[in-house]
């Protein structure tokens, strides 16, 4: 029951605030709704059992990401910066392909899934076992996955310094 | 109709609940990359969108497969790259600014100056 309440405050909290961040005139705002629905996808994440993911999610979302983009709308907005006021027509239309987009997806999902879940005991998933399986080359392993992420992450470094670098 | 009154007694968030806010999550962000003309809101649609994907990679995995954790990993390897992509989108934002003096879409149509 209480898992219950704590997930309708959670998920009213992200349908809110996914909708003011995109309707939002001021940029600095859409950026500190976006931060209440990475924290609430966080608490969701508490709430499925995935400790290790909610971490992740606070750490990277919430923090490193959030940093990047206040610092990007420091450097890159005056001071006011109003959105421009744009054709009420391509707004229609695009409100339209969402809630369509919504109305369509749900449909589906409630036809076809109800059937198939159930909440089953979760794995046990220590660090330990973690950072086996991240680190393993056996079936269901992720070592190559690891690795190309890190040499990703090492091309993003030298790409943002190249190109956002003063010539 | 039994196994509605189940479902309803064991208790539990449905799996169809978890979805449904990642739906609403993602189409807010599918709006918001149509509507807004300034390059940093559209990536923060984006963000949102990936979001979305993220929290139903690892709703399904705990619903459907937990035993296994690969919508977990999935999960924790697209944040690592939604990371990515963040950092080079600002950086090219902020070279753009710096030549263009906007970062409105309607104002970056030119490659070089």
């Known amino acids: ?42 608490g969701l994440y508490l709430l499925l059992g995935y400790y290790y993911l909610f971490g992740v999610q606070v750490a990277v979302y919430a923090g490193g990401i959030m940093i990047l983009f206040i610092f990007a709308i420091f450097l890159t907005n005056k001071p006011i910066d109003y959105e421009t006021t744009k054709l009420p027509v391509s707004k229609i239309i695009a409100a339209l ?20 879940a159930t909440l089953g ?26 690795e190309t992420l890190s040499v990703l992450l090492l091309a993003c470094v030298v790409g943002a310094i190249t190109v956002a670098r003063k010539r | 109709m039994g196994e ?31 509507v807004r003309r300034s390059v940093l809101l559209m990536l923060i649609s984006v963000e949102l969108m990936l979001n979305a994907a993220d929290l139903n990679f690892a709703a399904i ?43 409105k879409v309607n104002s970056i149509s030119t490659l070089k100056e």
Do not use: W
């Open chain 1, 1 to 42: 029951m209480a898992q219950q309440v704590v997930f309708i405050i959670l998920s009213l909290v992200i349908a809110f605030f996914s909708v003011m961040a995109v309707n939002s005139k001021h940029v600095i705002r859409s950026t500190v709704y976006l931060l209440f629905v990475f924290l609430a996808t966080a």
């Open chain 1, 97 to 116: 392909t969402a809630v369509g987009g919504i109305a369509l997806s749900a449909h589906v999902v409630y036809y076809n899934i109800r059937r198939v």
């Open chain 1, 121 to 146: 005991p979760i794995a046990d998933l220590n660090p330990q076992q973690l950072g086996h399986v991240m680190l393993g080359t056996e079936k269901y392993n992720y070592l190559l996955a690891f």
């Open chain 2, 4 to 34: 509605s009154i189940l479902t309803a007694s064991q208790a539990y968030i449905p799996l169809e609940a978890y979805i449904l806010v990642s739906l609403i999550m993602f189409f807010a962000g599918v709006y918001g990359f149509l």
């Open chain 2, 61 to 103: 995995n705990r619903y459907l497969y937990p035993e296994h954790s690969e919508g977990f990993f999935f999960a924790l390897f697209t944040i690592a790259i939604a990371a990515c992509e963040t950092a080079v989108a600002i950086a090219i934002f902020i070279n753009a600014y710096r030549n263009l003096q906007s970062v």
